[in-house]
């Protein structure tokens, strides 16, 4: 648990601010106030001097959430291995275990998944990261996104994502990505991003839904788009500004 102990509001709002957006489990107490049994880190404010038997981090005012990232750093190192559980797809959800316990979640695009699981690796002395084995292509574009960045395990991730009851949509990625991350898998170093013919041809049928004339991207485009090197909507630009040709 990361404790925010201040009476500086700026440093208080910064602070709590950086910690939901990175879902982090937290709670605040004033500056001189007994800390919690469970905490495990506390933020404290610029020149608020405290003495703790936890690691106290004491924010600097030019850049008040850099402590947040320090803070989950030295949480990642106390005990535990981390793992990052990655459900892929348009939107991956990401849940960030250590110890069994999440201590973080998001739900980003595609695009952004690599970037947020290499943030939320640093620091920790030997993360692994579990990728699901759905959604194929996504999960292929994020093993490249990574570079090696990190060790990464393929998963199957066949029944990872629960039945959500009312008041719960949204939140099946994420939980299905902490279901990722409690299951073992086989290490890998990449995956293959070549698309399949039905892949394509999904990908040409979206296209044609999309464009205002209804006119179908070529086989060429519809490839292009399924490796990640263009979005549909460029595709389509791109098919009506002349023909294409397979790279």
Do not use: W
Request: aromatic share 2%; charged share 30%.
């Amino acid at each position: 648990m990361i404790v925010v102990a201040t009476d500086d509001f700026e440093i208080y709002h910064e602070v709590i601010t950086a910690l939901r957006t990175r879902g982090s489990e937290f709670t605040t107490v004033r500056k001189d106030a007994p800390l919690p049994p469970d905490a495990e880190v506390v933020i404290t404010g610029p020149g608020e001097k405290r003495e703790a038997s936890v690691p106290v981090i004491e924010a600097d005012a030019a850049d008040p959430r850099a402590a947040v990232d320090e803070a989950m750093a030295a949480l990642r190192d106390d005990g535990g291995r981390l793992v990052v559980g990655v459900d892929p797809g348009t939107n991956p959800g990401i849940a960030v275990l250590r110890d069994d316990l999440v201590v973080a979640a998001f739900q980003v695009p595609v695009e952004d998944a690599a970037a947020v699981v290499v943030r939320e690796c640093e620091g920790a002395s030997d993360p692994l990261v579990r990728i699901g084995n759905g959604a194929r292509l996504h999960g292929a574009r994020i093993l490249e996104d990574l570079a090696d960045e990190v060790p990464v395990a393929l998963v199957d991730e066949t029944g990872t994502t629960p039945h959500l009851g009312p008041g719960a949509r949204g939140m099946g990625d994420v939980l299905a990505a902490a279901n990722i991350a409690r299951r073992p898998g086989t290490d890998i170093e990449g995956r293959s991003i070549e698309p399949t013919e039905g892949e394509i041809q999904v990908i040409k049928d979206r296209s044609r839904e999309r464009a205002a004339d209804h006119q179908t991207i070529t086989e060429a485009l519809a490839r292009r788009v399924a490796r990640g090197d263009l979005t549909l909507e460029e595709a389509i630009a791109e098919h009506r500004s002349g023909p294409d040709e397979e790279p």
